[in-house]
Nanobody
Framework: QVQLVESGGGLVQPGGSLRLSCAAS????????MGWQRQAPGNQREFVAT???????TVADSLKGRFTISRDNTKNTVYLQMDSLKPEDTADYYC?????????WGQGTQVTVSS
């Protein structure tokens, strides 16, 4: 049983930055792949970034250079640093964790990029 709690979302102006956090808790053994997906209104959910248990990151090609994923294994937390935000980044952002083939999801945190 794993719980994921996201934080850090909110309203930001274009060009601004936000840092999302996702803290994992529960009955876990070892370290697992974690990451982020997002879903904008009217759109399908899309891949944002993922990071392995050893800290190897992957970011969606369209987001490279603006988004950075990292993790702190001591705190069981994954981060998503979002810079140079654009209105099209507006979405609900969902954290996930893989335990083998099973995926756990956070509740989502809203990011709105608007003037």
């Amino acid at each position: 049983q794993v719980q994921l709690v996201e934080s850090g979302g909110g309203l930001v102006q274009p060009g601004g930055s936000l840092r999302l956090s996702c803290a994992a808790s529960g009955s876990m053994v070892g370290l697992y792949t974690m990451g982020w997906q997002r879903q904008a209104p009217g759109n399908q959910r899309e891949f944002v970034a993922t990071i392995t248990n050893t800290g190897l990151p992957t970011v969606a090609d369209s987001l490279k250079g603006r988004f950075t994923i990292s993790r702190d294994n001591t705190k069981n937390t994954v981060y998503l640093q979002m810079d140079s935000l654009k209105p099209e980044d507006t979405a609900d952002y969902y954290c996930y964790l893989y335990e083998g083939a099973r995926r756990y999801w956070g509740q989502g945190t809203q990011v709105t990029v608007s003037s």
